[in-house]
């Protein structure tokens, strides 16, 4: 068996894993425009459900939390009922599942805001270096508006009331986004926070925000079912520390107390959506996790080979995957296997339909694709026949009874066939 460690249970916040992959958060858009969850996303998730443990993408505590449009929230009864056929489609297939509470601070815009205004965050500072997402073209980021006191204190809450929501929904914990300059990440950095009053000045007063979301948050969900993911070497967003070493030891060292589910550190390798060049500065996650009594989940570029030597070397007891989750629906038994693992497209990462969400196959779609394709060229079955009775139904209707992607084969084989017929018709 490959994944001698890798694939062995692991118990967390009391629950136990079938395996130590993690589905690594991950944006993709689907949700529709009031931040509702779809029955695509159902799809998705179970499709995924064999992983030891899903975090689900970045989903929004408030409107005023989100940088785009199609990323789900939980702020409202409606998406709690949405976040609920996906949390028993996914516990229906075996998997645990919880959901990551995320507020964007300054990475949002006055265009998303629900009073036209600049976005909230811990200063007055821009994002420099990069700029906001929207069609036809980017927009610079907008100086931010400073969060009072009671500002924060409402915010605090809506982490809270979002994981009253979180745990109605059926999830099994909640994860706290800190990562990659977002709203928790500008309070940590001094780039983006140089407030004077509590929550500003040393690494002591700029982790004063996330222990009041992690206490608030544990008089909703027992502490031992809420993580904290971080980013300690990104500048994605142009968050980052002169010092981000000492920064971020002391932040890994005052959670501690929490008795959290677990500590989610990115690797240097990565810096928000995107791979980072190595820095000297850099501080990976197997100096941050001794830091740390609980639970430690390592997510950045890892192969299922480097995820077993960081597990074996006893750096990490859970490995993130992120792009090869998207690609390998069944990632775990891929490499149980020893199948290959497929590469994603980055098409298909954000927003639009089922493609590229939906459509990589699992090996028994694989499978079931071949001994198809040996029909067909048997002259067995009638393709077009087929093909025909698979376009009665919506591709979400496919999706859901795990045929969309022998429909997609077999739709691409009769086209080229046709074109090998006949390579000129159509012109
Ligand atoms: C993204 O949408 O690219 C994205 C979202 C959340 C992250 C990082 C990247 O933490």
Not at 94 to 120: E, F, N
Not at 261 to 288: C, F, K, R
Not at 297 to 307: D, E, F, L, V
Request: no cysteine; proline share 6%.
């Amino acid at each position: 068996m490959n994944g001698d460690v890798l694939l062995t249970r692991f118990t967390l916040g009391g629950q136990s894993l079938s395996n130590r992959t993690v589905m690594a958060p991950l944006t993709r858009s689907r949700a529709d425009d009031g931040a509702m969850p779809t029955r695509l996303m159902s799809v998705y998730y179970a499709q995924r459900a064999g992983a030891g443990l899903i975090v689900s993408e970045g989903t929004v505590i408030s409107p005023q939390g989100a940088a785009y449009p199609s990323v789900p929230g939980l702020y409202d009864d409606d998406q709690v009922r949405a976040w609920n056929e996906i949390t028993d489609a996914v516990h229906a297939r075996g998997g645990v599942i919880y959901a990551q509470l995320w507020h964007v601070g300054r990475q949002s815009h006055s265009s998303q805001q629900p009073d036209g205004l600049p976005p909230w965050a811990p200063s007055p500072v821009a994002i420099t270096g990069a700029s906001y997402y929207r069609k036809p073209k980017r927009l610079p980021y907008e100086i931010p508006r400073e969060l009072d006191e009671r500002g924060i204190a409402e915010i605090v809450g809506q982490y809270a009331a979002a994981t009253r929501r979180a745990l109605v929904a059926g999830f099994d914990g909640v994860e706290i986004h800190g990562a990659n300059g977002y709203l928790v990440d500008q309070f940590l950095n001094s780039s983006s926070n140089v407030r004077r009053d509590r929550y500003g000045g040393g690494p002591e007063q700029r982790v004063r925000f996330l222990h009041e979301v992690i206490e608030a948050m544990a008089t909703q969900m027992p502490s031992s079912r809420i993580g904290v993911r971080l980013s300690p070497s990104s500048t994605w967003m142009d968050a980052f520390d002169e010092n981000k070493r000492e920064l971020h030891s002391h932040v890994v060292s005052s959670l501690n107390r929490y008795r959290l589910a677990y500590l989610h550190l990115v690797e240097p390798e990565i810096a928000g959506s995107t791979d980072a060049e190595a820095t000297p500065d850099d501080v990976p996650v197997a100096d941050l996790a001794p830091l740390f009594d609980g639970p430690v989940i390592t997510t950045g570029g890892h192969t299922p080979s480097s995820a077993e030597r960081m597990l074996a070397d006893g750096v990490a007891d859970l490995v993130g995957f992120g792009r090869l989750y998207i690609a390998n629906p069944d990632l775990s038994e891929r490499i149980r296997t020893g199948r290959p693992l497929a590469e994603p497209d980055r098409k298909g990462f954000y927003g639009g339909g089922a493609r590229g969400y939906v459509t990589y196959p699992t090996i028994a779609e694989e499978d079931e694709w071949r001994v198809l394709e040996r029909s067909l060229a048997r002259g067995d079955v009638d393709g077009d026949a087929l093909l025909h009775s698979f376009e009665e139904s919506s591709d979400l209707e496919l999706a859901m009874s795990g045929r969309l992607y022998l429909k997609n084969q077999l739709s691409t084989h009769l086209a080229s066939e046709a074109g090998a017929v006949n390579p000129t018709m159509g012109d």
